[in-house]
């Protein structure tokens, strides 16, 4: 069984900076795609940025130019930078990924809080 274990998020002001990591932990052949999802109070869960194994990137209209997701395969870890953040990113961020080992297979983080206030 695959698990993510996720990293960063937390409380930063509008304008500000902040970086979350998730890492892929157990038997996995093939990384499909490894990204990061959100959702926010009253909202259904959206995507945020993904990448695929041959390192296309896929984001929400909303963070592009703002938001870089980016990988290390070797470590199957994903990174999720965020710069000039807006009070409408505030969210609960999950990291995503889908991967084979004896089958393609879909997996969720435990969600990471992000609060952009002043």
């Known amino acids: 069984q695959v698990q993510l274990v996720e990293s960063g998020g937390g409380l930063v002001r509008p304008g500000g900076s902040l970086t979350l990591s998730c890492a892929a932990r157990g038997p996995i052949r093939r990384i499909n795609t490894f990204g990061w999802y959100r959702q926010a109070p009253g909202k259904e869960r959206e995507l945020v940025g993904t990448m695929s194994s041959q390192a296309d990137t896929n984001y929400e209209d909303s963070v592009k130019g703002r938001f870089t997701v980016s990988r290390d395969w070797a470590k199957n870890t994903v990174t999720l930078q965020m710069d000039s953040l807006k009070p409408e990113d505030t969210a609960v961020y999950y990291c995503?990924?889908?991967?084979?080992?004896?089958?393609?297979?879909?997996?969720w983080g435990q969600g990471t809080q992000v609060t952009v206030s002043s």
């Open positions: 995503y990924l889908k991967s084979f080992y004896t089958e393609l297979r879909t997996y």
